[in-house]
Antibody, heavy 125, light 106 residues
Framework: EVQLVQSGGGLVQPGGSLRLSCEAS????????MHWVRQGPGKGLVWVAH????????DYAASMRGRFTISRDNARNILYLQMNSLRVDDTAVYYC??????????????????WGQGSLVTVSA | SYELTQTPSLSVSPGQTTSISCSGD??????SYWYQQKPGQSPVLIIY???RRPSGISERFSGSNSGNTATLTISGTQAMDEADYYC?????????FGPGTKVTVL
């Protein structure tokens, strides 16, 4: 069974740091790009970051660039999100997701499946 | 930056067919995806590549995408379909989600 099991999360003060982990199983982890997506309380889904197969390429949403770092350990099948300088508006459930892509004609179709169970991050004094 | 818009909410009676729209500039030139999220649960992929259903997803769900609008159709709506539905597309290598549509089955 393809599965993403998350750990980490919790309560942190503004300006603090936190690291989320996501352990993958049931598929070849190194064969997939991976992403983090977050969802604020009562809000919609927001893409946070992605990392390529071997970790050599990453990208971030503008509001997280410079504060968040996505990384992966392919030997241990684990995805990470290091979050620094946390702000109150970073409060959200964070999901790790597998990127599934297939070539279609001259472009790629890419989707998110599956999603981890989510990690709640609360930033509050 | 690329934006997707969705109707915030809609109501449907059991057994009826309903459609959820997702609009974006030249969205039909991109692939569209749909996720279902029930309260307290993680999102689940229900439509990929405009109109394909993952294994295990009910045939009641179908999708289309043309022009500036992608559409998710739920046929013979059931109580279990009450959820939030999010469309998604790609803007270069950035995933863009619509704001979501809350579907209530009355």
């Amino acid at each position: 069974e393809v599965q993403l099991v998350q750990s980490g999360g919790g309560l942190v003060q503004p300006g603090g740091s936190l690291r989320l982990s996501c352990e993958a199983s049931g598929f070849t982890f190194s064969g997939h790009w991976m992403h983090w997506v977050r969802q604020g309380p009562g809000k919609g889904l927001v893409w946070v970051a992605h990392i390529n197969f071997d970790g050599s390429s990453t990208d971030y949403a503008a509001s997280m660039r410079g504060r968040f770092t996505i990384s992966r350990d392919n030997a241990r099948n684990i995805l990470y999100l290091q979050m620094n300088s946390l702000r109150v508006d970073d409060t959200a459930v964070y999901y790790c997701v597998r990127d599934v892509g297939v070539p279609v004609a001259d472009r790629w179709a890419k989707w998110f499946d599956p999603w981890g169970q989510g990690s709640l991050v609360t930033v509050s004094a | 930056s690329y934006e997707l818009t969705q109707t915030p909410s809609l109501s449907v009676s059991p057994g009826q067919t309903t459609s959820i729209s997702c609009s974006g500039d030249k969205l039909g030139d991109k692939f569209s995806y749909w996720y279902q999220q029930k309260p307290g649960q993680s999102p689940v992929l229900i439509i990929y590549q405009d109109n394909r259903r993952p294994s295990g997803i009910s045939e009641r769900f179908s999708g289309s995408n043309s022009g500036n609008t992608a559409t998710l159709t739920i046929s013979g709506t059931q109580a279990m379909d009450e959820a939030d539905y999010y469309c998604q597309a790609w803007d270069s290598s950035t995933a863009v989600f619509g704001p979501g549509t809350k579907v209530t089955v009355l």
